[in-house]
């Protein structure tokens, strides 16, 4: 099979299961996105009081999407060393486990108005995050890196989810 090199030495071995690793993630996203109500009219705009520090909201879909392609990208990087492999098939299953979780949170947060659930559930998706990157760094140490931008803002975000909580 013919193979893409990018920049770098990163090689695409198979093209079309790194675009299909990044469509699910996005695709991840995009379910959340129908749980996720922040615009004008609200519960989360107009009755949540919000700490000092939270980011306008045009960062969240930048920051959301940049994360969901890294996700993919490191996804594929797990995937392209041998699915056949059990440490492959562990860290893919903590992957999709965290990625269900990732989603529930905007259904635990938004949906239900809950900040105690969206806190809860957050602290869950972090472990497995972290979860994650270590089980991805042990097999492919870029697909690790790839997940750490994920971590950080999830820490962050889990700031905040706490923070929303405490003045509610």
């Known amino acids: ?29 995009f379910v959340g996105s129908f ?3 922040t615009g004008a009219g609200s519960w989360y705009a107009d009755e949540l009081i919000k700490p000092w ?7 969240f879909p930048i ?3 940049t994360i969901f392609i890294l996700m993919g990208i490191a996804l594929y990087l797990i995937l392209a060393e041998g699915t056949g492999r ?6 893919t299953a903590l992957f999709s486990c965290q990625l269900v979780l990732n989603i529930l949170w905007s259904y635990a947060f938004f949906t239900l108005q809950s900040p105690l659930y969206g806190l809860i559930e957050i602290i ?3 472990i497995f995050i972290l979860a994650v990157t270590i089980s991805f760094f042990r ?9 750490i931008p994920y971590l950080a803002w ?15």
């Not at 090199?5 to 996005?26: A, H």
């Not at 097999?139 to 997940?147: D, M, S, T, V």
């Open 35 to 37: 749980f996720t109500a």
């Open 86 to 91: 059990a440490d492959v098939r562990i860290a």
């Open 124 to 126: 869950i998706l972090w």
């Open 1 to 29: 099979m013919n193979q893409v090199v990018g920049q770098g030495g990163f090689n695409i071995r198979n093209p079309v299961l790194l675009i299909g690793c990044v469509i699910l993630t996005n695709l991840a996203g």
């Open 154 to 168: 999830v820490s962050f975000a889990t700031v905040l989810n706490g923070s929303i909580y405490l003045l509610n």
């Open 63 to 65: 920051a959301w999407t």
């Open 139 to 147: 097999i492919n140490k870029r697909a690790g890196y790839l997940f």
């Open 53 to 59: 520090f939270i980011p306008p909201n045009v960062a």
